[in-house]
């Protein structure tokens, strides 16, 4: 996730602070180290971490983590994310397809993702050619 976030730009007007809020619903996201990149530098900026995001907040953040566990509000957040300037990033089987950013999935045992482009695009934000040349499959 901070990989990602180190190859992401957000609309200038999103950048005011000095912080990136990475996000991400459910109470211990990736067992807990989600929580270990708190206070960490990303792009100049101090990473703030908020696990057990709801929904009302989602907006507020620049990176939302949305755990598999969490399928069930997968439709109404990204109907609330909808054109927002978030990078999402989700394990779901289907995530990118089904109009998250990154898709995360596990490839002979090592961690591989795919990116909807079209959707960062609408969100305003901007990803590097290197992270889609990293990516197993790039939705246009």
Known sequence: ILNFAKY???PS?????????????GNQ????????????QVQGREIQVRTSARLDELRDCHVLYVP????QRLDTMLRIL??????????IDGFAQAG???GLKLRAGRVRFDINLAVARRAGLTL?????????EVVQ
């Open 82 to 91: 909808s054109q927002a300037p978030v990078l999402t990033v989700s394990d």
């Open 13 to 25: 007007a999103v950048m005011a602070g000095d912080n990136l809020r990475i996000c991400a619903l």
């Open 100 to 102: 998250g950013i990154i």
């Open 128 to 136: 590097s050619s290197q992270l889609l040349k990293l990516a197993d």
């Open 8 to 10: 992401a730009e957000w």
């Open 29 to 40: 996201p990736l067992s807990g180290k989600l929580a270990q990149m708190q206070g960490r």
């Open 68 to 71: 598999a566990g969490e399928q």
